[in-house]
């Protein structure tokens, strides 16, 4: 059994720094391409950021690019979203979610990852 559980979302105010971060746990590789999605209410999932198995690939949608930084422990099997500068815009619940091959490279697309976690709400106040 796989599990996903992300941490660190709330209310904050726009600008400053915010972490979260998903933990994985069960029969889940450190090895796993791993991506941060997140969505608002009659919206479909919005792809945010991913990270290759190996650590050193990443991507970035456009919309945060420069703002938010994923990165990874591979030992703990941690995930984490650094947002920096926040905007009211990036209001959603963000989910964590992970793809199931070893050294699986990062990915923009949700139907690329298997599992995924129960999401946690940030939301930024203006």
């Known amino acids: 059994q796989v599990k996903l559980v992300e941490s660190g979302g709330g209310l904050v105010q726009a600008g400053g720094s915010l972490r979260l971060t998903c933990a994985a746990s069960?029969?889940?590789?450190?090895?796993?391409?791993m991506g941060w999605f997140r969505q608002t209410p009659g919206k479909e999932r919005e792809f945010v950021a991913a990270?290759?198995?190996?650590?050193?690939?990443?991507l970035h949608a456009d919309s945060v690019k420069g703002r938010f930084t994923i990165s990874r422990d591979s030992a703990r099997k941690m995930v984490y979203l650094e947002m920096y500068n926040r905007e009211p815009e990036d209001t959603a619940v963000y989910y964590c979610?992970?793809?199931?091959?070893?050294?699986?490279?990062?990915?923009?697309?949700?139907?690329?990852?298997?599992?995924w976690g129960q999401g946690t709400q940030v939301t930024v106040s203006s």
């Open positions: 069960g029969r889940i590789s450190s090895a796993y391409g």
């Open positions: 990270i290759g198995g190996g650590g050193a690939e990443t």
């Open positions: 979610a992970s793809r199931s091959a070893l050294y699986s490279g990062p990915s923009t697309d949700a139907h690329a990852y298997l599992f």
